[in-house]
């Protein structure tokens, strides 16, 4: 087994002290994604660190690691990239965008770019329907996307910057609505 940091050794205590003693277990999801950011990925290393740190079984973990698309078992690209492909962004022209990134960065839904920087992932809902489509960069979601929009934000990244994400805006002016 691979050393586990001591600065995540450290941040974990800190989050297990959160909770009661008695239900130490309830930081399970925060503490793997200190795991996460801190290593980098969730890896069976640190799968089972997070068990015995949790007092929980391997089976438990790998459960809502599984479950969560957030959570990452292998290692993503320095900058990770999750397009919505669900229903409302599909409709507005979501799958043919995702192309488009994806002949950009030259890979494909799943895959990492080869120099490490960029990965992304076709995603479920991000909660923005009425401003698709959507992506989400790090912590920063980006709507109503455009060719050309992709081509700025990635311009950005490739430069070292991560732009500001979007704001939502009142979705009465979305749909033609008098403001009035
Ligand atoms: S369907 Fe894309 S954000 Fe909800």
């Given at each position: ?59 438990r973990v790998r459960e809502v ?110 749909v033609g609505l008098p403001t009035?």
């Amino acid at each position: 087994m691979n050393p586990i940091p001591e600065s995540l050794e450290k941040k974990a205590q800190e989050i297990i002290l959160r909770y009661p003693p008695e239900h130490r277990s309830a930081a399970l999801v925060p503490v793997l994604l200190e795991a996460q950011k801190i290593v980098g990925c969730l890896s069976p290393d640190v799968e089972a660190w997070a068990a015995e740190t949790l007092g929980v079984t391997p089976v438990r973990v790998r459960e809502v690691i599984s479950f969560y698309g957030m959570m990452h078992q292998k290692p993503l690209g320095k900058y990770h990239i999750m397009f919505c492909h669900n229903v409302s962004c599909s409709i507005q022209g979501a799958e043919s965008l995702q192309d488009y990134l994806e002949t950009k960065l030259g890979i494909k839904a799943g895959d990492v770019s080869e120099d490490g920087q960029f990965s992304i992932a076709a995603v479920e809902c991000l909660g923005a329907c009425g401003w698709g489509p959507v992506m989400l960069v790090g912590e920063e979601q980006f709507f109503q996307l455009t060719a050309e929009k992709i081509d700025n934000i990635i311009d950005e990244l490739r430069q070292g910057r991560m732009p500001h994400g979007d704001t939502p805006t009142p979705l009465i002016g979305n749909v033609g609505l008098p403001t009035t």
